[in-house]
């Protein structure tokens, strides 16, 4: 072990977050909303120290980079009331529908938002959305090979979602308006520059859109009870 203080060189086997146990000595609820909740742990971090921390529980989210044949990336714009801003983000959604697969939640969300299928899907990228303080979850794909559907079948949103357009911009375009800061939503930010690192650096590989072939990590979805 280093000194306090002093950092350590990490090898590539060691760059990984790994799932630990902390005794939760209490749990209580605070709040129960229409899409998330808040409670309140006291959590016994091992070493005679108690701290209590607040958890906003949330069934987690999946977000689609699809890109076409000419490295253009399908984007929308929705308004946002939290940030009171009307943000371009990657088609996406919630994991609330019980039992489904997020692999088929991605697909479905990729239909009703922009209108299009995809034949070929790949992981981008995982994240924690705000690990300090919410267990959200975010699986972000790749979608390749797009078709639009006959207008006939078009799915119409309500709420946010009745006014939604959908537009193309160029991959680069795109990683240049997140390093520019002018892109926002953590979906965009994350998928964007993942997509581009894998379609035009060709500095990384793609995982496997299977559930079994690819496990989520995400420990704190056992503790959404």
């Known amino acids: 072990m280093s000194e306090p203080g002093a950092a350590e060189f ?34 016994d971090l091992g070493d005679g120290q108690r701290v209590e921390r ?3 529980v949330h069934p987690g989210a999946v977000g689609i980079i699809a890109v076409d044949d000419d490295l253009r990336v399908l984007m929308v714009r929705q308004y946002r009331h939290p940030v009171g801003a009307l943000l371009w983000e990657p088609p ?9 697969d997020p692999l088929d939640a991605a697909a479905r969300e990729l239909y009703e938002e922009t209108g ?7 992981v981008l990228v995982d994240a924690f959305t705000s690990p ?7 699986r972000v794909y ?13 799915y119409h949103g309500d709420g946010e979602e009745r006014d939604m357009p959908a537009c193309w911009a160029p991959l680069a375009a795109a990683r240049d308006a ?5 892109l ?3 979906l965009a930010v994350m998928g964007i520059l993942a997509a581009a690192a894998v379609l035009l650096d060709g500095s990384a590989g793609l995982r496997a859109a299977s559930p079994t072939e690819t496990p989520w990590f995400r420990p704190g979805a056992a503790r959404q009870d």
């Open 178 to 182: 997140v390093l520019g800061g002018r």
């Open 92 to 100: 996406a959604g919630l994991l609330d529908i019980d039992g489904e």
């Open 132 to 138: 300090g303080g919410s267990d959200e979850a975010v």
């Open 10 to 43: 990490l090898d590539s086997a060691e760059i990984v977050d790994v799932a630990v146990a902390r005794e939760v000595v209490w749990s209580k609820p605070r709040f129960e909303g229409r899409v998330w909740a808040v409670r309140t742990d006291l959590v």
């Open 54 to 56: 607040d958890v906003i």
């Open 142 to 154: 790749l979608a390749r090979g797009l078709t639009e559907v006959d207008g006939a079948e078009r």
């Open 184 to 186: 926002h939503n953590p």
């Open 116 to 122: 299009f299928r995809a034949r070929e899907w790949a």
